[in-house]
Nanobody, 115 residues
Framework: QVQLVESGGGLVQVGGSLRLSCAASGNIFRINAMGWYRQAPGKQRELVAT???????NYADSVKGRFTISRDNAKNTVYLQMNSLKPEDTAVYYC?????????WGKGTLVTVST
């Protein structure tokens, strides 16, 4: 079994920054892709950013230039640095990792951007 623990969410003002972390533990041999998704109230969950085991990254257009995804393979941890936050970034942020043929989700961490 694999467990994911997210942290770093909270309340921030427009233009501020937050750094999310997601640490994986459990029966992990090798983590393939890692990523962050978000779900705003009344909306579907959407991709924010992903990073492969080789370090290749992919971002949603709405966060390009503001968010940076990174990973520490030794710690089985993925990070999301969020800068220049906007009210529309308010959502529950979920991390996702691929281990073998299975995907695992964290429980989510709430990010609220206030005006």
């Amino acid at each position: 079994q694999v467990q994911l623990v997210e942290s770093g969410g909270g309340l921030v003002q427009v233009g501020g920054s937050l750094r999310l972390s997601c640490a994986a533990s459990g029966n992990i041999f090798r983590i393939n892709a890692m990523g962050w998704y978000r779900q705003a109230p009344g909306k579907q969950r959407e991709l924010v950013a992903t990073i492969t085991s080789d370090g290749n990254t992919n971002y949603a257009d709405s966060v390009k230039g503001r968010f940076t995804i990174s990973r520490d393979n030794a710690k089985n941890t993925v990070y999301l640095q969020m800068n220049s936050l906007k009210p529309e970034d308010t959502a529950v942020y979920y991390c996702n990792i691929d281990v073998g043929l299975r995907g695992y989700w964290g429980k989510g961490t709430l990010v609220t951007v206030s005006t």
